[in-house]
């Protein structure tokens, strides 16, 4: 900017003048008011401290100060003197982030404290930013778990101070999602986003073209009306340079102002402040830039701070070169809008991160594997278990699911599901998790048993079935399905299904008996199927059984029973076991092929078809004979063992993915194939060596293959970490590119050693082209595309042509020196036996016609995240049908949600209201049927329930959607990005009311809208009247011209005798509603 350089050019003349020392002053008052000067480089003081709430210490270690010796860090520490620091001189002002530590001191303080807190934040002293209970991670955390975590803090901070967050400050992420930008900042509200952690070769070349703040469009189904002002930091999120740092501790030179006294050092800090000053400002655009003053835990003793900062100001600004000033985010934000610059665009992520050469911090995308997979599977029990909830009514005496919301609130800290903390934090988050399960899951009891409850009354009794769960299924651990039913009682399976549509599945639970037969709620009998239960899994159960709960299986297994359950949408349907040896369910045809076998082996008893090589039990060909997709396919596992850093000193470790060499695991010899057939599924059995066993499945029904792996422990008595990965490989000619989603949502173009945003130079050809993944990743060419889908968030890439690779599991031996200082190495223990961690995970994998994918990962995905809910009661069959329910849906039984459109969020607040939020699942031109417009029917969504207002309201629920778009900043860009207008749902005119409505059969003369913030309201006698004036007053209002509705518009709603709401959903977005119902 050729006015700045001009500006710029005498400080660096004042640089070298004589500076005169400063008299020394006769009272110790500074003069801390300066605001913005126009004209001149404006220095924006933000005091902060970054509060990780975990990750060398628990994060009440971290709150109280205790386990010392591992970190002297204490936020009570810093909460406690920053109060007085502030009222110490009013220009002061400080920021807080995790209101996991704010809400813990704040119940500790006394009316007088909170009234003095109250008034330092709404005169802005004080400012609340991110406003979540943590700082989230980007890459492995889902986008529902992160608006959830988010919405604790929102709200919680509204309740308290009627404040809404405006700041996005995502300052330790190891790297940014674009998931983030749109979704966890735009559509929260927030002007601005903040962060440090950026690609070392990116941030070298932002800094040459003054590229380093830019407005974030990182949606490319919205566009730039979806865009959000972002900045990163020149280094990181600490003072300009060493010479900063007050913290009673730190080694920086202080101002010492005092003539009377040695070491008087006035001028010398000036030009230090000075120089670091210009410095940033010859890298930034505009007149203003952001000095971060604080790092992590600083400010337990704010004085050393703030006098410091105290004295800056005061001399920087006699000496007049440049300003300096106490700050915000939010200031330093609009002083940004008010400059009136064009700002360059970004559209895609800043993912990979790479600090220094040979650096790339991807190895966190699988670290923990376990962890990663606990979180998942409580984060969709804690969605279901909401929903029943608000179906029972939420009972003030409990039990409640807010401590399982507090505990997956910790859990996507960027130091907590990454897998970067030390092992006992990452027990304590387990812990946690576990805590907060157990009493979700007597709600979950309490609720299934009322719900399923006939009461002639209406009201819930004290339920008495004894409702069990099994939350070790996944390690083939069940006590509630492995009962005698010998003796006569019959088992009850209750399956709830969390999506808004009906779902058929099956089922498979671990079963006692084998003369066991299923019946629906309607008596008839259900298909079935009996497998053994291998070897394998028995080991693994009873050993991780014994670790995890304490106790060994009482009794073992015989065979694994699966059948087909079919599940009204946001309901459950009910099926019986029952002992019959006349009756009973078919056993699976058993083959066992051996390595001297040249035989193909063709598994799948329905559409799908793998053709295995009997010889060596290698997967070789996929067939779909409804697509007739054929394509050659292998599956294999490899492993990259870890750098030790002997070299360079960067070793592979809980942060750095850096292999060194890559192998193959070939299968031991020989080869030991089992298939085991049945009506609804086939099983094909491998033990791939001693420490990896996999089974796939192929269901008769579905068009996709389900692989199950157990690996582990993986052993190291080589000396060698290993870091496991599976890969996939076809005939596909993806030509380097791929895709990969960000958070669960978008799916983003990825290309092989490549950026968009500059030239990238390969020294870590494998790492450096990792990439997170947490619903799927997909490679297509001309014709055809492979998609894979996981449970949990990993790593994965295309590393080559034709081939997807995952990453599994890790297990290594070296630190990577970024600070946990410990290595990656989980193990488990039973008294005094500890071995390597095994996981047990799945993923699944399907091929398509070209651009006919996109609906299986959309909805397949959908219950991979939200599994069937499954409970058990053993009772006796005729007792329950006669005085329970046979099946429960919360959707009128008419309708069900669009195949596009999900409930993410289903939840009963407080005074009657209730929360929900929907997604519409496609992005723009990703389906050809299924990117389109949706139309909800939010009435028929909650028949039983009596709405009395529904207000659409920003993503976390802490403001009005009308008040959150008046308040938005509308940036100026370099160039046309606008693109093509963005489609918005919405209130529509008259015409396009009949024709949409009409063409869903719906009655549209008695439905209500309404936009912005007024209300429609009256008896149906002039409901037609008033809607036809709204309507018309719209039009009138609107200019041709004017923009696409805005991403979640106010819906503000009387409902009095309406028959039904209709809404229309965009794409790809998550809309949040607040309800009032009538008790």
């Known amino acids: 900017m050729?006015?700045?350089?001009?500006?710029?050019?005498?400080?660096?003349?004042?640089?070298?003048?004589?500076?005169?020392?400063?008299?020394?002053?006769?009272?110790?008052?500074?003069?801390?008011?300066?605001?913005?000067?126009?004209?001149?480089?404006?220095?924006?003081?933000?005091?902060?401290?970054?509060?990780?709430?975990?990750?060398?210490?628990?994060?009440?270690?971290?709150?109280?100060?205790?386990?010392?010796?591992?970190?002297?860090?204490c936020v009570q520490n810093v909460l406690d003197s920053l109060i007085p620091a502030l009222l110490a001189d009013k220009n002061r002002k400080f920021i807080y982030v995790e209101q996991a530590f704010f809400q813990r001191w704040w119940r500790r303080q006394t009316p007088s404290i909170q009234t003095t807190v109250r008034h330092l934040v709404q005169s802005g002293q004080l400012e609340f930013i991110n406003g979540g209970m943590?700082?989230?991670?980007?890459?492995?955390?889902?986008?529902?778990?992160?608006?959830?975590?988010?919405?604790?803090?929102?709200?919680?901070?509204?309740?308290?101070?009627?404040?809404?967050?405006?700041?996005?400050?995502?300052?330790?992420?190891?790297?940014?999602?674009?998931?983030?930008?749109?979704l966890l900042g735009a559509e929260l509200g927030f002007d601005?986003?903040?962060?440090?952690?950026?690609?070392?070769?990116?941030?070298?070349?932002?800094?040459?073209?003054?590229?380093?703040?830019?407005?974030?469009?990182?949606?490319?189904?919205?566009?730039?009306?979806?865009?959000?002002?972002?900045?990163?930091?020149?280094?990181?999120?600490?003072?300009?340079?060493?010479?900063?740092?007050?913290?009673?501790?730190?080694?920086?030179?202080?101002?010492?102002?005092?003539?009377?006294?040695?070491d008087y050092n006035v001028p010398d800090r000036i030009n230090d402040f000075v120089s670091a000053a210009i410095a940033q400002a010859n890298i930034t655009r505009t007149n203003h830039i952001m000095w971060t003053m604080g790092t992590d835990f600083n400010y337990q003793y704010a004085h050393t701070w703030f006098r410091q900062m105290d004295k800056f100001i005061h001399y920087v600004n006699q000496d007049g070169r440049v300003n300096a000033l106490y700050s915000t985010p939010s200031i330093y934000t609009d002083a940004k809008y008010a400059a009136d610059e064009y700002w360059p665009v970004k559209t895609d992520d800043y993912f990979p991160y790479a600090d220094r050469v040979n650096a790339y911090w991807t190895g966190y995308f699988t670290s923990r594997p376990a962890l990663k997979g606990y979180v998942r599977m409580m984060s969709s029990y804690y969605l279901a278990a909401r929903q029943l909830e608000f179906f029972k009514g939420k009972s003030k005496s409990g039990p409640k699911t807010d401590s399982l919301a507090d505990a997956l609130a910790l859990?996507?800290?960027?130091?907590?599901?990454?897998?970067?903390?030390?092992?006992?934090?990452?027990?304590?988050?387990?812990?946690?998790?576990?805590?907060?399960?157990?009493?979700?899951?007597?709600?979950?009891?309490?609720?299934?048993?009322?719900?399923?409850?006939?009461?002639?009354?209406?009201?819930?009794?004290?339920?008495a079935a004894k409702i069990q769960q099994c939350p070790l299924l996944n390690i083939s651990y069940c006590p509630a399905s492995e009962v005698d039913l010998s003796d006569g009682k019959d088992l009850v399976v209750i399956?709830?299904?969390?999506?808004?549509?009906?779902?058929?599945?099956?089922?498979?639970?671990?079963?006692?008996?084998?003369?066991?037969?299923?019946?629906?709620?309607?008596?008839?009998?259900?298909?079935?199927?009996?497998?053994?239960?291998?070897?394998?899994?028995?080991?693994?159960?009873?050993?991780?059984?014994?670790?995890?709960?304490?106790?060994?299986?009482?009794?073992?297994?015989?065979?694994?029973?699966?059948?087909?359950?079919?599940?009204?949408?946001?309901?459950?349907?009910?099926?019986?076991?029952?002992?019959?040896?006349?009756?009973?369910?078919?056993?699976?045809?058993?083959?066992?092929?051996?390595?001297?076998?040249?035989?193909?082996?063709?598994?799948?008893?329905?559409?799908?078809?793998?053709?295995?090589?009997?010889?060596?039990?290698?997967?070789?060909?996929?067939?779909?004979?409804?697509?007739?997709?054929?394509?050659?396919?292998?599956?294999?596992?490899?492993?990259?063992?870890?750098?030790?850093?002997?070299?360079?000193?960067?070793?592979?470790?809980?942060?750095?993915?850096?292999?060194?060499?890559t192998y193959p695991i070939r299968p031991e010899w020989p080869v030991l194939t089992t298939v085991l057939r049945g009506p609804l599924l086939d099983e094909v059995h491998q033990k791939i060596n001693s420490w990896i066993y996999q089974v796939t499945r192929v269901y008769k029904g579905r068009e996709h293959a389900e692989v199950e792996f157990i690996i582990g422990p993986i052993p190291v008595d080589d000396r060698i970490g290993k870091e496991v990965t599976t890969e996939i490989t076809t005939t596909i000619q993806n030509d380097k590119r791929f895709y990969t989603d960000s958070n669960g949502r978008d799916f983003i173009e990825r290309i092989r050693d490549y950026r968009k945003d500059w030239k990238l130079q390969v020294n870590q050809p494998v790492a450096g082209n990792y990439y997170p993944i947490n619903l799927g990743i997909f490679m297509n060419d001309n014709t055809r595309e492979l998609s894979v889908l996981v449970d949990r968030s990993v790593g994965g890439s295309s590393i080559?042509?034709?081939?997807?690779?995952?990453?599994?599991?890790?297990?290594?031996?070296?630190?990577?020196?970024?600070?946990?200082?410990?290595?990656?190495?989980?193990?488990?223990?039973?008294?005094?036996?500890?071995?390597?961690?095994?996981?047990?995970?799945?993923?699944?994998?399907?091929?398509?016609?070209?651009?006919?994918?996109?609906?299986?990962?959309?909805?397949?995905?959908?219950?991979?995240?939200?599994?069937?809910?499954?409970?058990?009661?053993?009772?006796?069959?005729?007792?329950?049908?006669?005085?329970?329910?046979?099946?429960?849906?919360?959707?009128?039984?008419?309708?069900?949600?669009?195949?596009?459109?999900?409930?993410?969020?289903?939840?009963?607040?407080?005074?009657?209201?209730?929360?929900?939020?929907?997604?519409?699942?496609?992005?723009?031109?990703?389906?050809?049927?299924?990117?389109?417009?949706?139309?909800?029917?939010?009435?028929?969504?909650?028949?039983?329930?009596?709405?009395?207002?529904?207000?659409?309201?920003?993503?976390?629920?802490?403001?009005?959607?009308?008040?959150?778009?008046?308040?938005?900043?509308?940036?100026?860009?370099?160039?046309?990005?606008?693109?093509?207008?963005?489609?918005?749902?919405?209130?529509?005119?008259?015409?396009?009311?009949?024709?949409?409505?009409?063409?869903?059969?719906?009655?549209?003369?008695?439905s209500a809208f309404t936009s912005e913030q007024e209300v429609c309201e009256g008896t149906s006698a002039i409901l037609m009247t008033k809607i036809e004036e709204l309507v018309e007053r719209k039009i009138t209002q609107r200019r041709r011209d004017e923009p696409p509705e805005t991403i979640m518009r106010i819906l503000y709603i009387e409902i009095l005798q309406f028959p039904l709401i209709i809404l229309e959903l965009e794409y790809i977005v998550v809309r949040a509603f607040v309800a009032e119902y009538a008790a």
């Not at 991670?137 to 992160?146: F, P």
């Not at 899951?441 to 009794?461: H, M, N, R």
Request: glycine share 6%.
């Open 2 to 73: 050729p006015t700045l350089i001009l500006l710029f050019l005498p400080f660096l003349f004042h640089l070298f003048s004589p500076i005169l020392p400063f008299p020394s002053p006769t009272c110790f008052a500074y003069n801390t008011s300066a605001g913005l000067v126009p004209g001149k480089l404006n220095v924006h003081l933000v005091p902060h401290s970054h509060d990780d709430v975990g990750w060398l210490k628990t994060v009440d270690q971290y709150y109280v100060g205790s386990n010392h010796s591992i970190q002297g860090a």
């Open 134 to 182: 943590c700082m989230h991670d980007e890459a492995t955390a889902h986008y529902i778990d992160m608006i959830d975590q988010t919405t604790l803090g929102h709200r919680y901070l509204k309740q308290q101070f009627n404040v809404t967050p405006r700041i996005g400050w995502q300052i330790d992420p190891f790297g940014h999602s674009a998931v983030q930008a749109y």
């Open 192 to 262: 601005s986003l903040f962060f440090a952690r950026i690609d070392y070769q990116d941030r070298a070349k932002r800094k040459v073209d003054k590229t380093l703040e830019l407005v974030w469009q990182a949606s490319k189904t919205f566009g730039s009306s979806a865009q959000i002002f972002t900045g990163a930091f020149p280094e990181n999120y600490e003072p300009p340079s060493s010479n900063f740092y007050f913290e009673v501790d730190s080694e920086s030179p202080l101002v010492q102002d005092d003539i009377d006294l040695f």
């Open 411 to 463: 859990a996507q800290h960027h130091d907590a599901i990454t897998g970067t903390e030390k092992q006992h934090v990452a027990n304590d988050y387990a812990k946690r998790l576990s805590i907060g399960y157990k009493e979700a899951e007597k709600l979950v009891a309490t609720s299934l048993a009322c719900l399923s409850q006939l009461s002639s009354t209406g009201e819930c009794q004290i339920p």
């Open 495 to 661: 399956v709830y299904n969390s999506l808004g549509w009906k779902r058929e599945d099956v089922i498979r639970i671990p079963v006692f008996n084998e003369d066991i037969f299923v019946q629906d709620s309607t008596g008839k009998k259900v298909e079935s199927q009996l497998l053994p239960v291998i070897d394998a899994s028995l080991s693994f159960r009873d050993f991780h059984t014994t670790a995890y709960v304490g106790v060994s299986p009482k009794t073992i297994p015989t065979h694994w029973l699966a059948f087909s359950a079919i599940v009204p949408p946001l309901g459950f349907s009910t099926y019986i076991i029952s002992s019959d040896k006349g009756a009973a369910a078919k056993s699976g045809r058993q083959t066992i092929y051996k390595s001297h076998q040249n035989a193909t082996v063709e598994v799948g008893p329905g559409n799908l078809k793998l053709i295995y090589t009997a010889h060596d039990g290698k997967l070789a060909r996929y067939i779909n004979t409804r697509t007739s997709v054929e394509e050659v396919l292998e599956q294999s596992y490899g492993f990259y063992s870890g750098n030790d850093g002997s070299v360079d000193y960067q070793a592979s470790g809980a942060y750095v993915f850096r292999p060194n060499l």
């Open 800 to 1006: 080559r042509d034709g081939q997807l690779e995952l990453m599994l599991h890790r297990r290594l031996l070296h630190d990577d020196s970024r600070g946990v200082d410990e290595a990656l190495n989980e193990i488990v223990c039973v008294q005094d036996e500890c071995i390597g961690l095994t996981i047990a995970g799945k993923y699944y994998l399907r091929i398509d016609p070209l651009g006919e994918g996109a609906k299986w990962r959309r909805s397949f995905g959908q219950e991979i995240y939200s599994p069937m809910l499954l409970a058990f009661t053993l009772q006796d069959k005729n007792d329950w049908t006669m005085s329970h329910l046979k099946t429960f849906s919360g959707i009128d039984p008419s309708y069900h949600l669009p195949e596009n459109v999900a409930i993410i969020t289903l939840q009963e607040l407080e005074n009657g209201k209730v929360l929900l939020r929907l997604a519409h699942l496609y992005e723009i031109g990703e389906d050809k049927d299924l990117s389109v417009m949706a139309t909800v029917e939010l009435r028929k969504l909650f028949p039983e329930k009596k709405t009395i207002k529904v207000a659409e309201t920003s993503l976390s629920a802490n403001q009005e959607r009308a008040e959150m778009e008046k308040k938005r900043l509308v940036w100026k860009v370099e160039g046309n990005s606008k693109g093509e207008k963005a489609l918005r749902g919405g209130p529509v005119n008259s015409a396009k009311l009949v024709e949409d409505f009409d063409s869903l059969g719906l009655n549209w003369r008695w």
